[in-house]
């Protein structure tokens, strides 16, 4: 029994040769441009909210991470401020030793 590959399997269970990108891109951009359609319409019938609500939700949400960045980002920044006073610091004391050996 032979071995194939996945892609080998798969392109011999289909019965036609495809003959150009067209005639493999067209029909699948039509199946994923259904399948999309379809799936938004049957979320549409089972959201269990308005159209309002969600939007409100979503915004909460937004807003929350837009505050989570905000107190992440001062956080870095006074991380980064410490680090650079500390550097300065060290920096002035070398210079300051240095001057004082000569």
Same mark, same amino acid.
């Given at each position: 029994?032979?071995?194939?590959?996945?892609?080998?399997? +798969?392109?011999?269970?289909?019965?036609?040769? =495809? $003959?150009?990108? /067209?005639?493999? +891109?067209?029909?699948?951009?039509? #199946?994923?441009? @259904?399948?999309? /359609? @379809?799936?938004?319409?049957? #979320? +549409? +019938?089972?959201?269990?909210?308005?159209?309002?609500?969600?939007?409100?939700?979503? =915004?909460?949400?937004?807003?929350?991470? $837009?505050?989570?960045?905000?107190?992440?980002? #001062?956080?870095?920044?006074?991380? @980064?401020?410490?680090a650079?006073?500390?550097?300065?610091d060290?920096?002035?004391?070398?210079s300051?030793?240095?001057?004082?050996?000569?």
């Open positions: 029994m032979k071995n194939y590959g996945f892609l080998q399997r +798969l392109s011999e269970s289909f019965p036609y040769e =495809r $003959k150009t990108t /067209a005639s493999w +891109l067209v029909p699948a951009s039509i #199946g994923v441009g @259904l399948g999309v /359609a @379809l799936g938004m319409g049957i #979320g +549409l +019938l089972y959201a269990p909210r308005t159209g309002e609500e969600t939007r409100e939700r979503l =915004r909460q949400g937004a807003d929350r991470v $837009k505050d989570r960045a905000r107190f992440a980002a #001062g956080r870095v920044r006074g991380e @980064l401020e410490s650079a006073n500390q550097i300065r060290r920096s002035f004391a070398t300051n030793e240095v001057g004082q050996s000569r």
